[in-house]
């Protein structure tokens, strides 16, 4: 015979799941009373009752008695039957649907948990409702322990609404807990913020209202009519900046919308996210991460959204294929507002969030198409926008690296070339788009390597002169696997130029990493290596004077020799590249040789 059985719930255990291991806020529980009463007003407006709602909340301390929160609401209440049927029984729901987004319900409430959250610091809550539906009044008391009592107070007349007693636990071990007034506000400040109903706070015979100026930039259009001062001044009391300029976003269901402030000063690519997330009025995360995509750095945004699911701790959003949809189209509408301000308010911005900008025209054309005037670029003559930098009709050129630009720069300012060093975080993809976007101008990636076809060769004469001695200075150089030339180049100040391509700079990259591994792995990465690796140049100057003295002297090929070698030594420091053991040998035992001759 089949015996069935109930589940039980083991209400402690479950007190523990949820104040350890689900809330991250330690004061959640504020927000489910708030939460619980806001809905209970709708219900009661959703009833088509006309009354004036309010929350109420009191901090009462007598005596050696632990202090007490009471939450008043005059929303629906509730029968004694629904008490049964929603309080006593966990995870029951009065209030609908437990998916937000497909429903366009006011409530916000929807798990039937919420209340729960109140055990964390209380041992027993107690309810007193009274039903606009029958009048009646109901007692309850829920205890921690998993019972509760429930009893009908009668000889009384009760107006609709409900009372909500919580008692601080006697060994309650709670850093900041709400019972102590201050907190108590700044918590109701948080997540009352934007409720609609009047939420007023009562401690030693004084009243204050909570939210009733931040309670309307909620409302979309009122948002729309308020001051620019107050708009600025809600930002900085919800996020805790003080901003200058803003624009208003929304995406295209119009049902996900806000202020979008431009932080006033640069910010470090990897920094959190700064966005305040309100759903159905109710505060949800002030960190918020997914919702503005990655490049939108320098916009923190307070939104209001009521088509997103929070995820069970109601502390964040679920990354679902609604949320993907509402982050891309806030991605739009935020292009969309950059791209309407004022020239001056624009300069402003890219001065302080270039980086971000430029990360976003790397990845999305049009919006490169119309900003990539203003980007700034590093050139030869420093840092210039590209609208200066493309106002020559001749051709700019750019190189792909910084060390690449280190490489020409001197012979390319001699030759009064346009030079753009692309180099730099997202420079290079911006310039490869640039080159292909820009029809009437001439936008060219420049190699090092053709920059030698630009070396003028020595006549013969010369050529035959100096073929033995450069020959030997190429022998004794093999060992560093450089190759040394002799050309004429300006500037005439220049005695060498080092010209370093990605294949050679990789080889040695390799052989300077096998140096420093184990043998084994060593021996794996030079395996990795070709029969004859690519190799740099350097080229010495003959235009140059020190270039000139050196190769005229009546100096032995050893000691030319030592002077190449200290060039080369110097041109690799100059390029920023980290010697090789040999290298390093060699020149100390330069200096040692150096030091023999004075
Ligand atoms: N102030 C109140 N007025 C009227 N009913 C209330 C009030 N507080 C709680 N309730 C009832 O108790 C039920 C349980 O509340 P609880 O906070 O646990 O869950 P919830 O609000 O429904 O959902 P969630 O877990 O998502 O907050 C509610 O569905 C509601 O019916």
């Known amino acids: ?170 060994k309650l071990n709670l850093p900041g807990d709400c019972f102590e007034i201050s907190t108590l506000r700044q918590t109701l400040k948080k997540y009352g913020a934007c409720l609609e109903p009047n939420i007023i706070l009562a401690y030693n015979g004084f009243e204050e209202e909570i939210n009733r100026w931040s309670h309307q930039f909620a409302n979309k259009s009122l948002l729309h009519q308020m001051s620019s001062t107050d708009i600025l001044a809600f930002g900085s009391e919800i996020l805790g900046m003080d901003y200058q300029d803003y624009f208003f976003i929304e995406n295209k269901t119009g049902r996900t919308y806000g202020i979008a402030y431009i932080v006033p000063h640069t910010i470090h690519m990897n920094a959190k996210k700064s966005n305040a997330v309100f759903l159905n009025r109710m505060f949800v995360t002030k960190e918020s991460q997914h919702l503005l995509p990655d490049w939108a750095l320098f916009i923190h945004c307070i939104l209001w959204t009521d088509e997103l699911s929070p995820i069970a701790s109601r502390e964040d959003f679920y990354q679902n294929d609604a949320l993907e949809q509402v982050r891309e189209s806030l991605g739009i509408a935020i292009k969309k507002n950059i791209i309407d301000l004022p020239d001056v308010t624009l300069s402003k911005l890219m001065h302080i969030h270039y980086l971000g900008f430029k990360a976003l025209a790397s990845q999305d054309d049009d919006f490169l198409s119309f900003i990539y005037p203003y980007l700034p670029m590093r050139t ?33 300012r001699a030759k009064q070339m346009n030079l753009i060093n692309g180099g730099y975080t997202y420079d290079i993809y911006i310039l490869n788009k640039l080159s292909l976007l820009l029809s009437n101008h001439q936008l060219r990636l420049i190699d090092p390597l053709e920059m030698t076809d630009t070396l003028k060769k020595l006549n013969s004469e010369e050529e035959e002169l100096f073929v033995q001695i450069i020959n030997e200075i190429n022998q004794k150089m093999n060992d560093f696997k450089v190759n040394v030339e002799l050309r004429r180049f300006e500037p005439n100040h220049l005695p060498t130029l080092f010209i370093h391509s990605h294949q050679s700079q990789e080889d040695r990259e390799l052989e300077r990493i096998a140096e420093s591994s184990n043998s084994l792995f060593s021996d794996l990465l030079m395996s990795l290596q070709p029969q004859e690796p690519a190799r740099p140049i350097l080229y010495l100057n003959w235009n140059n004077v020190l270039i000139q003295n050196i190769l005229t002297s009546d100096k032995t090929a050893e000691q030319l020799c030592v002077i190449v070698q200290i060039l080369y030594i110097q041109a690799l420091l100059l390029g920023h590249y980290p010697l090789k053991n040999n290298e390093l040998e060699m020149m100390n035992q330069n200096l040692l040789y150096l030091l023999k001759l004075v």
């Open 1 to 170: 015979m089949n015996d069935t059985q109930r589940f039980q719930v083991h209400l402690t255990g479950m007190i523990d799941i949820l104040s350890n291991h689900l809330y991250n806020e330690k004061d959640v529980y504020i927000r489910e009373l708030l939460q619980n009463a806001n809905d209970a007003l709708t219900a009661r407006r959703n009833y088509h009752e006309d009354f004036k709602p309010y929350i109420h909340v009191s901090l009462t301390e007598s005596g050696d008695s632990p202090p007490t929160i009471i939450f008043e609401d005059n929303g629906i209440g509730l029968t004694e039957e629904e008490v049964h049927q929603f309080l006593a029984t966990i995870a029951n729901s009065s209030k609908g649907e437990k998916t937000f987004g497909d429903t366009n319900s006011d409530f916000i409430g929807r798990f039937g948990i919420g209340l729960l959250s109140c055990f964390i610091v209380s041992d027993e809550i107690v309810m007193v409702s009274t039903s606009a539906k029958n009048n009646e009044t109901i007692e309850w008391r829920g205890k921690a322990d998993g019972t509760y009592e429930i009893r009908k107070l009668e000889g009384k007349t009760f107006t609709p609404g409900t009372k909500v007693y919580i008692r601080r636990k006697e």
């Open 380 to 412: 030869l003559n420093g840092e210039q926008s590209l609208q200066t930098i493309l106002k020559t009709d001749e051709t700019v050129y750019y190189t792909d690296t910084v060390d690449a630009f280190r490489q020409i720069q001197d012979i390319a």
